[in-house]
């Protein structure tokens, strides 16, 4: 558990949970104490520890892939609190959540004010959240390439999904992926340019990489 962001109105901790070390995301508006869970890969009870002392208001799913959602259920049970996703990608959760995510939806905490970003190509309903200059990503970037694809229709969606949403954020915007750690918009579209500039097969998809694909 480390604090990535704890500027003068936002606190944002990480957390690596779960066999493929996914990253849970707790948002704290530093004014109020409202907080709230981006993911939930697993170990449900460590993620309460990390919002001792808050006030929890959601829980926010990036999309529906289980190494997400592990203790999904159990931390929805022990928060009682509304999940917030999208609805193509609510198909596999024990119950639906009860607030469905679209485009352009604004959730605030306290003070903050998060943008949803629907972000389809790792799944039809992937989504994204801004808030200020912190991009918590899910799987649909990270440093080095995008989200891993399963047909060429999702990797156009993805490419698309980055080129025309993500990077016309402000460079300084820092992401944060699922997994692993952090960039910024300036040196994805940098690394991206060099993969653009490059002719490929029209059937690429799977493990891209900007510098090796």
Same mark, same amino acid.
């Given at each position: ?8 109105n936002l606190r944002?901790? @990480? ?6 070390g996914? !990253? ?5 508006c530093k =004014?109020t ?7 939930a890969p697993a170990?449900a009870p460590?993620? +309460?520890?990390g919002?001792?002392g808050?006030?929890?208001r959601y829980?926010?799913l ?7 959602t592990? =203790?999904? =259920? ?9 999940l917030? =996703? ?5 198909h596999?959760l ?5 607030i469905?995510?679209?485009d !352009?939806?604004?959730?605030s905490l306290g003070?903050?004010?998060i ?7 790792h799944t $039809?309903g992937s989504l994204?959240?801004?808030a200020?200059?912190?991009l918590?990503?899910g799987?649909t +970037?990270?440093?080095g390439?995008p989200?891993?694809?399963w047909? $060429?229709d ?7 999904s980055?080129t025309t949403r993500?990077? @016309?954020?402000?460079?300084?915007t @820092?992401i944060?992926?699922?997994h692993g750690?952090?960039t910024t918009v300036?040196?994805?579209k940098?690394?991206y340019?060099?993969?653009?500039a490059r002719?490929h097969p029209?059937?690429l998809y799977g493990?891209?990489?900007w510098?090796?694909?």
């Open positions: 558990m480390s604090n990535i962001v704890d500027d003068k944002i901790v @990480r957390l690596e949970l779960g066999p493929y996914t !990253n849970t995301y707790i948002l704290v =004014a104490g409202e907080s709230l869970v981006v993911d170990r460590t993620i +309460i520890k919002l001792q808050t006030q929890p829980v926010l990036t999309h529906d892939h289980y190494d997400h592990g =203790a999904m =259920a159990d931390l929805r049970l022990r928060l009682q609190v509304p917030g =996703a999208h609805a193509e990608d609510s596999s024990k119950s639906p959540p009860e469905f995510l679209k !352009n939806h604004v959730i003070n903050i004010r943008e949803v970003m629907h972000v389809p190509g $039809p994204c959240f801004l200020g200059k912190y918590l990503a799987d +970037i990270f440093p390439g989200g891993k694809t047909s $060429p999702d990797f156009r969606r993805i490419i698309e980055i993500i990077f @016309r954020l402000p460079g300084d @820092r944060f992926p699922g750690d952090g300036k040196q994805s940098e690394q340019e060099g993969f653009a002719p029209a059937d493990d891209v990489l510098a090796s694909s």
